[in-house]
């Protein structure tokens, strides 16, 4: 009798000990009183808080942001194409809706020789940048504008560029959101086929404007041979140059 007493003692506390050793965070913190003691161990450098005011993406990498009516030419073809498009002015592609399903497609600035949209009344020519040849080089083969093309090209390249939002609760920029930013450069060609980047007046409050701006002494300077026509032309006008005090000198070369 003495002997089943022992063993049945001997197996309750083995019960009571093992049931203890698996069910040990049943007497743990629980709700709200767990993220207090998880926060104090934060202090110690355990835990890293993540920003929770996360704004979601503004801007857009594409031109338009909407599919215009327009022509596109592809390389190696004669006939132009009327689609419903706009430009990835990121990933240098021509994006437009399949009509037949609805599915969405592109094609590489490689691949593209002119698009013409019909937007505000005009038609924006836009080209792509592969055979041209840049003072300073641009990378990828971008869509450009034609402002002007004679008697020397002057063209838009509208940058796009990705800024990630800054969430880390320490060195916080005050940005809790992604960005696609536009930037807007100019260009004008010399007499000799080279593209240099020009600082125009007025470019477009809501983009990054560079504080400079094109004189007529840098003007002189991509076409030194017109140098007596520049001057005389702005002799009696401020310092500063504009598209269309650009376009109007260049008509009279």
Do not use: W
Not at 41 to 48: K, V
Not at 155 to 183: C, L, Q
Request: aromatic share 14%; glycine share 4%.
């Amino acid at each position: 009798m003495k002997r089943a007493i022992i063993l049945f003692i001997s197996f309750f506390c083995a019960i009571n000990i093992y049931s203890q050793k698996i069910n040990y965070y049943q007497d743990g913190t629980m709700g709200s009183d767990n993220i207090k003691a998880l926060s104090n161990i934060g202090r110690y450098g355990f835990l890293h808080a993540f920003g929770t005011r996360y704004e979601g993406i503004k801007g857009t990498p594409n031109l338009f942001n909407s599919f215009v009516t327009s022509y596109l030419l592809v390389k190696d073809q004669k006939k132009y194409f009327k689609i419903a498009s706009d430009i990835d002015m990121v990933r240098n592609t021509v994006v437009f809706m399949d009509s037949t399903n609805t599915q969405l497609m592109e094609i590489s600035s490689d691949d593209v020789k002119e698009l013409v949209f019909n937007k505000y009344d005009k038609e924006l020519v836009y080209r792509t940048t592969k055979d041209l040849n840049f003072e300073k080089k641009i990378k990828g083969n971008k869509f450009y504008q034609i402002i002007i093309e004679e008697p020397y090209q002057l063209i838009m390249i509208t940058f796009k560029t990705y800024i990630k939002a800054d969430n880390e609760p320490v060195f916080n920029s005050g940005r809790h959101y992604d960005e696609f930013r536009t930037e807007r450069k100019y260009y004008l060609e010399d007499s000799r086929g080279i593209f240099h980047e020009i600082i125009i007046n007025n470019v477009d409050y809501n983009c990054i404007v560079h504080p400079a701006m094109l004189s007529k002494k840098a003007l002189a300077k991509i076409y030194p041979e017109k140098k007596e026509l520049i001057y005389s032309e702005l002799k009696d006008k401020p310092d500063s140059v504009s598209i269309g005090r650009i376009i109007s000198i260049l008509d009279k070369f």
